[in-house]
């Protein structure tokens, strides 16, 4: 076994390796990135967030060449199936790869590709492919090793019937029923994705309502588009056991509701990936969710270990992910950060239709008696909106009567994800530069999506003169 020596190591080439091992190069450190996979890139690039939101783009584009009347004539001769749709999202992850890894060549990070297990606090060995090993020292580490989908031990998951958000990106044939239990972004996620493939979907909630963390408005409107798709929503459910034969699979609920569909797909939590990594041995205990306990400069017990990402815990964002990195690889270099992660950050949820929200909710507003108005703008009035055909959903900010200080942003509709960060850049601005005017007093393209704010400002503005 041969020994080398870095500044420092990161272990994981997800985004928030991605961002450490960046950030660390640009320092001048040596660095090295340890990768179990065969490729670069982690969960978010090979199984979460490129796969799943390069399918959904797919199933929108099929959605919309079916509604467009142009195209009438033809659409008996598209017969598309499942797999026909995962394979239009290779070409993306095989272009992510190739850029991660003109990344890590540029910046003069060398990758080793195997299995981190840490003998001493210092001290790796990286178990790679074939047998061979290799001893690693370094002063600082961040371990960034992502997150896997949450397996009951109760049920078997060998069965092909028995799917979580990783594998059901392996089915070679298009369902025509379909149980997702767990309604969180995943679960809503692929109940808009294959409920716009005409699969008859069920989607079990164990709560009262869709994504609650969300405003209210927001999630009634995904509710009602999700009906509209044909997906039967069950909230308040619990699993009580699963039950597969060759014919599919059953779902029976405490409450006495069974479910049988051609598969169920297991969308109820996640688990960080820091098994068999030796990390109790040096003294650090993951948690049940397989997460490490971290300070707010990503320290864990032992302060040259960070952690990053999914092991960290929420919000479990890839670009969060990634600017957590970032962070921890100044903090490493500087011994201190000179800038800090910002407490707000948009969320992004790839159902169809789209919704992205930065701030608080009417909820949350209500309950701290602030006093607060609604501006909002319904897409269907929207020129950019009707051209394209995709005029379902609402851009709605909140913001307070007195200061005109703007609260929150909440967006439904194609395009949510881009169209919150020009509220977001307004909101984040200190004292009076973060106020609705800025929305009726400057100009926007003309037919644009963004135009939706001057639309919103206006109509928030007259609800209070």
Same mark, same amino acid.
């Given at each position: ?6 500044? *420092? ?27 179990? @996979? ?7 690039? @090979?199984?979460?967030?490129?796969? *799943?939101?390069?399918?959904?783009? *797919? ?231 397989? /997460? ?131 509220? /977001? ?41």
């Amino acid at each position: 076994m041969t020994a080398r020596e870095f500044d *420092s190591i990161v272990i994981g080439t997800g985004p928030g390796g991605e961002g450490a091992a960046m950030k660390l190069a640009k320092a001048g450190q040596r660095i090295a990135v340890i990768e179990a @996979h065969d490729a670069v890139g982690g969960g978010c690039t @090979h199984w979460g967030t490129i796969p *799943s939101k390069a399918l959904r783009h *797919s199933i929108q584009m099929l959605a919309d060449y079916r509604r467009n009347p142009l195209f009438q004539h033809t659409q008996h001769q598209i017969d598309v199936e499942f797999p026909d749709l995962l394979r239009a999202a290779d070409g993306v992850i095989n272009e992510q790869v190739r850029t991660r890894y003109r990344y890590y060549q540029r910046n003069r990070v060398e990758v080793i590709f195997g299995r981190a297990h840490f003998m001493a606090p210092n001290v790796i060995e990286v178990r790679r492919p074939g047998g061979l090993s290799e001893e690693l020292h370094a002063k600082s580490f961040v371990i960034a090793t992502g997150s896997r989908p949450y397996h009951p031990p109760d049920i078997d998951f060998s069965h092909q019937g028995i799917r979580d958000s990783d594998s059901v990106l392996a089915l070679q044939h298009t369902p025509r029923s379909l149980t997702i239990y767990g309604a969180g972004v995943i679960g809503c996620e692929y109940a808009s994705i294959l409920g716009a493939l005409d699969v008859k979907v069920n989607l079990v909630n164990t709560r009262d309502r869709l994504l609650s963390f969300l405003d209210d408005e927001i999630t009634d409107a995904l509710s009602y588009h999700l009906r509209q798709q044909g997906v039967v929503i069950r909230n308040n459910e619990t699993c009580e056991r699963v039950e597969a034969d060759d014919k599919g699979v059953v779902l029976h609920c405490k409450s006495g509701k069974k479910f049988r569909t051609d598969v169920l797909l297991w969308a109820n939590g996640r688990t960080g990936n820091t098994q068999d990594m030796g990390l109790e041995d040096i003294g650090l205990a993951p948690n049940a969710r397989g /997460q490490l306990d971290v300070n707010a400069s990503y320290q864990t017990a032992l302060p040259h270990i960070y952690a990053v990402g999914d092991v960290a815990g929420p919000p479990a964002l890839a670009s969060a992910s990634y600017d957590q990195g970032r962070f921890v690889g100044a903090h490493i270099a500087d011994g201190a950060c000179d800038w800090s992660l910002v407490d707000e950050f948009p969320t992004g949820i790839y159902t169809v239709p789209e919704i992205s929200s930065i701030g608080r909710t009417e909820r949350e507003l209500t309950a701290n008696h602030i006093p607060y108005e609604v501006a909002q703008a319904d897409f269907k009035s929207i020129a950019r909106a009707q051209i394209t055909g995709h005029t379902v959903g609402m851009l709605k900010l909140l913001f307070h009567r007195d200061t005109l200080e703007i609260l929150g942003i909440h967006c439904f509709g194609e395009q949510a994800a881009e169209i919150v960060h020009i509220g /977001q850049a307004i909101m984040s601005q200190q004292g009076e530069a973060n106020n609705l005017r800025y929305f009726t007093e400057t100009t926007f393209n003309y037919p644009t999506m963004a135009e939706a704010y001057r639309v919103a400002a206006l109509n928030g503005l007259n609800r209070l003169f």
